[in-house]
């Protein structure tokens, strides 16, 4: 069963960066999407940012200019650049990435982002 890993979450103040790493267990063929999403407490699980296999990235509109998202398919490696973290960015963040025409979803276990002075 391929695991997604992520690391990189943490304490930061605000104005601060992090950059979140995931990586996949093994080996992912045919990769169509790679994301990550965000969850804070009480609220619903959300598109932060993704990429598609053709290149192709979106950003919700609250991180558009601060976050940055790049990934390597080959590799299985996705990765989360953030920077000027606000407080509302508080949340726990998981990687996503879907293969083979979409059938196929896997989910990081979730790195918790804490943005606070």
């Known amino acids: 069963q391929v695991q997604l890993v992520e690391s990189g979450g943490g304490l930061v103040q605000p104005g601060g960066s992090l950059r979140l790493s995931c990586a996949a267990s093994?080996?992912?063929?045919?990769?169509?999407?790679m994301g990550w999403y965000r969850q804070a407490p009480g609220k619903q699980r959300d598109l932060v940012a993704s990429?598609?296999?053709?290149?192709?990235?979106t950003y919700a509109d609250s991180v558009k200019g601060r976050f940055t998202i790049s990934g390597d398919s080959a590799k299985n490696t996705v990765w989360l650049q953030m920077n000027s973290l606000k407080p509302e960015d508080t949340a726990v963040y998981f990687c996503?990435?879907?293969?083979?025409?979409?059938?196929?979803?896997?989910w990081g276990q979730g790195t918790q982002v804490t943005v606070s002075s």
């Open positions: 990429i598609i296999s053709g290149g192709a990235i």
């Open positions: 093994a080996i992912i063929y045919d990769i169509n999407v």
């Open positions: 996503n990435v879907r293969a083979n025409l979409m059938r196929d979803v896997y």
